[in-house]
């Protein structure tokens, strides 16, 4: 149980150092991309510790949806700006 809290912040912590990442290297299209390709394996690192943790299933709902349906957004809005920069 234990474990899987450390795992659960340790990939937090991750995602968020890598999104700032993403937003400081802005101006560098392929830095940022790197960044938020980075990101998924934390991510996805945290939706399995997220969904092992014994929580009420409303908080785990929430955590879920808010720090990776945020995350989610964010990234897909570098995605996009990444391709347009391109074309």
Request: aromatic share 16%; hydrophobic share 55%.
């Amino acid at each position: 149980m234990k474990f899987h809290k450390i795992g659960l912040g340790l990939s937090m912590l991750l995602s968020i150092l890598f999104m700032i990442g993403s937003f400081l290297y802005r101006e560098e299209p392929l830095s940022s991309f790197a960044f938020i390709l980075y990101m998924v394996i934390p991510g996805l690192m945290g939706i399995y510790f997220t969904n092992c943790l014994t929580m009420i299933n409303y908080q785990k709902g929430f955590l879920l949806v808010v720090n990776y349906g945020f995350a989610t957004a964010m990234s897909l809005m570098r995605v996009i700006e990444f391709i347009s920069s391109k074309l």
